[in-house]
């Protein structure tokens, strides 16, 4: 589940609407309103890099970690000429294992739901705590929301270039949605099929605040939608912030 062998090459052409600037001005934002000054950064589940790169060009030094190597491929060849260069390490999120501290982990797009086992969760949870810097470390994640994945349930979704064509469906149950993609490629006049299958878990948020509590986690905080306002409900993405208070 969850492997990229075949959505790895083409998972930039197909996200081109995520709007990455947005994400690093909404991340650059909550620095500022959280008197933080980070210098070492760690993007967890970093998937192709852009983000990472991103984030490099502001200045930032960073670490970039996942669990694809297909898609941590993608991060090196599109990061090669930054300098200094981020350095990328091929490791599950329940695996995590740092040189030292970082200043702060930033783990993007519901990759979080992707960590399907509520007990790996917890030990990811407790990874970057322990890489945390002491007293000023910051953890930052969104989540898809209960209420995405109830709406999302029984959709299919296209996406269609030239030379390749992707569909996807989402499926949700027990508390997991199921996205089945078919994706098919033209290469020499020629029609290639490939198909994956990635999982997510439905987290409410009062568990992940929990885990988080568990975890040594304090000043645990949510935010909708690149907004400072309170979580009102009905939110597709809820973003979490917590500290690490030793």
């Keep these: 589940m969850n492997s990229y062998q075949a959505l790895s090459a083409y998972y930039d052409r197909f996200t081109e609407d ?69 350095l990328f390490l091929n490791q599950r999120m329940e695996e995590l294992d740092l040189y030292g501290t970082v200043d702060a982990c930033l783990c993007c797009l519901d990759s979080v739901n992707y960590v399907t086992e509520p007990a790996a969760l917890r030990e990811a949870f407790r990874r970057v705590h322990l890489f945390l810097e002491p007293k000023t470390g910051l953890f930052v994640f969104d989540v898809n929301t209960p209420e995405k994945f109830a709406r999302i349930d029984g959709q299919s979704y296209v996406r269609e270039e030239a030379d390749v064509f992707c569909v996807w469906q989402a499926a949700v149950e027990d508390e997991l949605c199921a996205y089945q993609f078919d994706i098919f490629s033209r290469e020499n006049g020629l029609w290639r099929r490939a198909q994956e299958t990635h999982e997510e878990r439905v987290y409410p948020l009062e568990t992940l605040r929990q885990m988080l509590a568990e975890a040594g986690f304090a000043d645990i905080h949510t935010y909708g939608d690149f907004a400072f306002s309170p979580v009102r409900g009905g939110e597709d993405r809820v973003f979490f912030t917590a500290r690490k208070r030793d």
């Excluded at 934002?29 to 950064?41: G, M």
């Excluded at 852009?50 to 669990?67: F, K, N, Q």
């Design 18 to 86: 995520v709007g990455y600037a947005e994400w690093a001005d909404f991340f650059q934002a909550l620095f500022r309103r959280e008197a933080l000054s980070p210098k070492l950064i760690l993007d967890l589940a970093c998937g192709t890099g852009r983000l990472t790169r991103l984030m490099t060009e502001r200045g930032y030094e960073m670490i970039g970690a996942d669990a694809s190597p297909e898609m941590l491929m993608q991060a090196m060849e599109s990061t090669m000429e930054l300098s200094p260069r981020p």
